[in-house]
């Protein structure tokens, strides 16, 4: 299994070290290079973000933590309910999580042009 969440960290990390990314973000750099690697070395079990520090990590890179949550949601750091619907672990989520992650869900499964187009929208937002 893939792990592009890690992979997508780590690119927008570039050279930069874990340990400056980390004191940026306000994490551990021991949570970074678990999310990197997709696993935790210590346990050798799936690592399991939770939504503040994707937030956090999203901050001190200067991205949306919608591109975060929807890796996370559609990775290894999913699995699937008796209903078939995906959730992210672990479960200490609150409510404003929990509808922030239904708005990514809602958003990845949307065609590229109404993605495009809310992406557009977002950034006007931010302009004013």
Do not use: W
């Not at 930069?16 to 690697?37: P, Y």
């Not at 699937?80 to 609150?94: E, G, K, R």
Request: aromatic share 4%.
């Amino acid at each position: 299994m893939s792990n592009k969440l890690g992979s997508y960290i780590k690119q927008k990390r570039g050279d930069e070290s874990l340990r400056k990314l980390a004191k940026r973000c306000g994490v551990s750099h021991t949570l970074i290079d678990t999310l990197e690697k997709g696993y935790d070395p210590r346990t050798q079990k799936p690592a399991k973000p939770t939504v503040d520090s994707l937030k956090k990590i999203a901050s001190g890179l200067g991205i949306n933590v919608i591109e975060l949550l929807l890796l996370a949601v559609d990775e290894e750091y999913t699995e699937i309910s008796p209903s078939n619907s995906p959730t992210l672990l672990p479960d200490n989520f609150s409510s404003e999580d929990l509808e922030l992650l239904e708005i990514a869900r809602k958003f990845n499964s949307l065609p590229p042009e109404k993605k495009k187009a809310i992406k557009v929208l977002i950034e006007i937002d931010k302009k004013f």
